[in-house]
C-alpha cells in the first residue's frame, strides 16, 4: 500500500527539512494523477500548472521545432524524480517544452496555488520553494555545461547513471535526440563501451 506522507517526508527532505507538522501542512494539497503512454504532462504554450514528483514511469520534456519538424529531448524524468517545466511553473508564463509520458505513469503532484499557499503561510516551506529554486538551477547548469564541454560518451555515460534501465524503457532515437547525435552514432557508442567491458 503506499504511504503518501513517508513517500513525500524521503522525497522533499532530499530539498529541505520539513518538520512532520510543516509536511502535515502540505498533505491535503498533493493528488495522485494517472497517465497512459504518450499522455502530456503539459504542453507547449500552455502554463505549467502542477509541480509532479513520479510515482512511476518515465517521461521526457522535449521541444518541437516548428520550422524543421523536429523533436529535441532535454530531459527525462523517472522514479522519485520532480516533474515540471519550472520556469513555466514559476512565474506562470507559457511553457516552450512538451512533456509526455513516455510509458504508463503515475505522479504525486501539488498544484502552483497550493504551493504558493504554503509558501506564505510557513518559514519552513518558504525556504523549500528557494531550495527547490536552486536545485532546478542547477540541474539546467549541469545540462547547459554537459552539452557545451562533454563529449557523446562522456553524456551517454552520465545519463545511463541517472537513467540506469533508460534503454529497456524509452526507444533508443529519444536517447539520440537527448544527447544531440544520430542513431547511429549512438549504436557505435553503445558496442565502443561494451567491448570496454
Known sequence: ?????????????????????????????????????????????????????????????????????????????????????????????????????????????????????LYENSKAWEKFGRNLAEHFFNQSQVRTEDLLFLSHEQRYVNLLQDHPNIFQRVQAYHVASYLGIKNQSLSRIRKRLLSKG
Open 1 to 117: 500500500m503506499f504511504e503518501k506522507e513517508e513517500f513525500l517526508t524521503r522525497i522533499l527532505n532530499g530539498i529541505c527539512d520539513l518538520s512532520p507538522e510543516n509536511l502535515a501542512l502540505s498533505l491535503p494539497f498533493w493528488h495522485r494523477k494517472s497517465y497512459n503512454k504518450a499522455d502530456f504532462f503539459n504542453q507547449q504554450h500552455i502554463v505549467c500548472k502542477d509541480l509532479g514528483i513520479v510515482l512511476s514511469g518515465i517521461f521526457r520534456i522535449y521541444y518541437y521545432d516548428e520550422s524543421t519538424g523536429e523533436e529535441k529531448n532535454i530531459y527525462f524524468f523517472s522514479e522519485e524524480q520532480f516533474v515540471v517545466s519550472f520556469r513555466s511553473f514559476v512565474f506562470q508564463h507559457p511553457c516552450r517544452y512538451y512533456i509526455q509520458a513516455l510509458e504508463d505513469a503515475e505522479i504525486l503532484f501539488i498544484s502552483y496555488e497550493n504551493l504558493q499557499y
